[in-house]
């Protein structure tokens, strides 16, 4: 008897432990949160419309902490002055009101799909021109709700943004571009926005641009101020570098390259006037059509950019060599006329030798042979004109000859002017067309841009 007792006590245990795991493992915490968002979002218990307290409970401004983290940079657009970027943008803040219980620690948080049940901050992009959220396959947003009452809200965001630039050193230059968020009716003492310590902003690796490198970016608060009051900004500034490959390949090179081309005319003979005009011309026309493909692509602006003072310049030059052809023909052609002109003259002058010789000897035979010669005197008194002046030659024709220049006697190989003027072109373009570039790379690659760095 007292066996089956004992039997049964050990059976009867035995399905009371059976029962109590069994009820344990029935228990469904998804029903749990329904009834935990039930008791804190429920009918009556919560208004949206109303801020969260202070810190510990206060009547002072809410807190809420932002943190982003950027997906990608499609665009940076230089005519519009905006880019475009995806990020996924988040915003923490404690609400007391939605304090639960984690059923001793086995409820982590509570995730809400639809940001309308809980109160929100009214943040918005104070330089946004564009902005879409993402939907496929879902909406891509969350709010988590955590014991403490702590709120975390994450959404991803595509935004373009008004980026103004300074393009006085493209496209040697450097830009700016800010993100600034602000809240549009809360003030500072309801809504203050913090950035979150630690890392706030955090950018994807392996960003790759197509024309520019993310060189750095750096967090800081914008507060502004109107007439209804002062309201908190937060924004973080983009540092961008633009990749200069791209234009040396496009534009310098091919512009040093049309340059050269048009000197090609300083070796061609000054006779040679259709191959110098087209090599002229052409040179000009492709050099204008490289300048406005270039400026279609900049906004117009009301300052002088790197760019432009190169394309000016070389344009210049290949004018100037078109403007030298212009020159040499015209002193071939001054020349050529002067030439036979003294041609002329001299065979004028022979004729009139001739003449006078003939008459001298008619002169000669119609002498009477008696006819008496005036002996002249063969020394001058002093102070007569003549021996002066017969004097101040010998002293012109006794002094040393002068020694000429290296140019000079350079020079004088070359017999007419037109080929002089050819010549010094030969070196003097390319000399100064060196010269410009010396300066103009030492002025913009090694100018300090206090402006533009922060």
């Not at 048009?262 to 002229?280: C, H, I, K, M, T």
Request: aromatic share 12%; net charge positive; proline share 5%.
């Amino acid at each position: 008897m007292g066996t089956g007792h004992y039997f049964w006590a050990i059976f009867y245990f035995t399905s009371l432990c059976s029962a109590s795991l069994a009820n344990n493992a029935k228990i469904n915490f998804r029903e749990k949160e329904k009834k935990v968002l039930d008791q804190i979002l429920g009918a009556g218990k919560y208004d949206a419309r109303i801020r969260p307290s202070g810190i510990n409970g206060t009547d002072g401004p809410a807190i809420v902490r932002i943190n982003l983290f950027v997906r990608s940079i499609m665009t940076i657009s230089d005519i519009k002055m905006e880019y475009s970027v995806q990020l996924t943008f988040r915003e923490q803040w404690t609400d007391e009101r939605l304090k639960f219980d984690d059923i001793q620690g086995r409820l982590k948080y509570l995730t809400l799909t639809e940001a309308n049940r809980v109160w929100m901050p009214d943040l918005f992009f104070s330089n946004e021109k564009e902005g879409h959220f993402h939907n496929i396959i879902m909406p891509n947003v969350y709010i988590r709700i955590f014991p403490n009452g702590s709120v975390l809200y994450s959404i991803r965001i595509s935004l373009t943004l008004a980026c103004p630039m300074n393009l006085k050193l493209y496209p040697l230059d450097r830009q700016i571009c800010s993100l600034r968020m602000a809240s549009y009716g809360w003030t500072t003492n309801d809504l203050v926005f913090l950035w979150k310590e630690g890392d706030p902003v955090q950018v994807v690796k392996n960003l790759h641009l197509p024309r520019f490198t993310l060189e750095k970016f750096l967090t800081d608060y914008c507060n502004s101020k109107t007439n209804t009051g002062e309201y908190s900004c937060l924004k973080v500034d983009l540092l961008f570098k633009r990749e200069f490959s791209y234009y040396l390949i496009q534009i310098y090179i091919p512009c040093c390259m049309l340059v050269i081309v048009s000197w090609v005319s300083f070796w061609l003979d000054q006779g040679a006037v259709p191959a110098r005009v087209s090599l002229g011309v052409t040179t000009l026309l492709t050099m204008a059509t490289q300048t406005s493909g270039i400026n279609a692509s900049l906004p117009p602006v009301s300052y002088t950019k790197a760019i432009d003072v190169w394309t000016g310049v070389c344009l210049t030059f290949v004018f100037g060599a078109l403007l030298e052809f212009a020159l040499v023909n015209y002193a071939s052609r001054s020349g050529s006329n002067k030439a036979n002109m003294h041609k002329e003259n001299m065979k004028k002058k022979r004729r009139d030798l001739e003449q006078a010789s003939l008459d001298a000897a008619s002169d000669l035979l119609d002498t009477d042979s008696n006819a008496t010669f005036a002996m002249k005197p063969l020394v001058r008194h002093p102070g007569d004109p003549l021996a002066l002046e017969k004097l101040r030659q010998c002293e012109v024709h006794m002094q040393p000859p002068k020694r000429p220049s290296c140019c000079k006697t350079w020079l004088s190989k070359f017999p007419t002017r037109s080929k002089r003027i050819d010549v010094i072109s030969r070196i003097t373009f390319p000399l100064v067309f060196a010269l410009f570039n010396l300066v103009y790379w030492s002025t913009y690659l090694f100018r300090e841009e206090d402006d533009e760095t922060f």
